[in-house]
């Protein structure tokens, strides 16, 4: 059985690959409309952030910085900063403002080391970082928006509109399959997808079709196979994947209907500060079980 270090670099080391050609794919022949500046601006900020903490954390804890070691070791190490970089860059639109890039960046990879929870006798970050980083930037700019979707394809046509979606569909499948272990999670938000539109139809009247658009786009796709299923937030049991996948398709569809925008990032965000509660009060109670002492029973003597 390979070593969960190992699939760890191999899963980052493909997510890394895919959203770099996703990125030049996108800024030179899908139609991405932010600034060629953008992504090498979000990958700088996570680069140095990540740089900066891990340095520090290091000192705090008397141990070696990560980033030193074997020739590949800088390389390893930023993977993680290297996707939430390009990811806050592709997905964020700012226009010539790149400082909000940059302050999604940041937001990002400080939540690695700011927001931790004791699991299995270590500590794991509780937010998606990428996504939590957009959504801080959605909240705190009101001129910062979403990309539309239809940048991912806005210059292709013809049998490309068919074959760039089922190439994010295959390449996520097998992705998740072999190394995230991670399809009952997208199960759970496609299947609670679908139920929330079927129920906003018949509660609010929310025309049925035009709920399950989303689902057509790339956008979604790359969500669903690349976002939601961030390995190191999200549970492991397949019945926790669910119904981690279905909250936040729940939360989704919540938002949708009191109207309120950024539904998909604010429900993830929401979904993964509610876990990381649920496991710090796991975590609390083992540890009272642990300190518990138990008195112990005074044996009777007898006399002859």
Not at 27 to 53: C, D, I, K, M, R
Not at 77 to 102: C, D, E, K, W, Y
Not at 133 to 155: D, K, N, S
Not at 265 to 273: A, E, N, P, S
């Amino acid at each position: 059985m390979a070593d969960k270090k190992d699939v760890r670099l191999a899963t980052l080391r493909q997510f890394a690959a895919a959203i770099t050609l996703l990125n030049v794919a996108g800024h030179t022949v899908l139609g991405f409309e932010q600034s060629w500046l953008t992504p090498f601006v979000g990958v700088l900020a996570a680069y140095l952030t990540e740089l900066v903490l891990e340095s520090l954390d290091s000192w705090r804890a008397g141990r070696r910085p990560r980033f030193l070691g074997k020739a590949t070791a800088p390389i390893d190490f930023l993977l993680s900063a290297h996707i939430t970089g390009l990811a806050v860059s592709m997905l964020l639109f700012a226009n010539r403002r790149l400082q909000a890039v940059a302050f999604a960046a940041v937001v990002a990879i400080a939540s690695k080391y700011l927001f931790r929870v004791k699991v299995d006798g270590g500590t794991r970050h509780v937010f998606n970082p990428s996504n939590l980083g957009i959504t801080a930037t959605l909240l705190a700019f009101p001129w910062v928006g979403m990309v539309q979707p239809y940048m991912f394809t806005e210059t292709v046509s013809g049998g490309w509109d068919w074959f760039l979606p089922a190439l994010v569909i295959c390449t996520g499948s097998l992705l998740n399959a072999r190394l995230t272990k991670k399809l009952p999670l997208i199960a759970g938000w496609v299947g609670g997808f679908v139920a929330q539109a079927v129920v906003r139809h018949f509660l609010f009247g929310n025309l049925l079709l035009a709920s399950l658009n989303p689902m057509t786009g790339v956008a979604f796709l790359l969500f669903t196979f690349y976002m939601i299923t961030d390995p190191a937030t999200t549970p492991r049991a397949p019945r926790g994947q669910i119904a981690f996948g279905a909250a936040v398709a729940a939360a989704y569809g919540t938002f949708m209907a009191l109207h309120l925008v950024f539904g998909i990032f604010v429900g993830l965000t929401l979904v993964c500060l509610g876990r990381g509660l649920l496991l710090q009060v796991r975590e609390i109670l083992a540890e009272r079980t642990r300190l518990a002492v138990p008195v112990p029973a005074v044996a009777e003597r007898t006399t002859a």
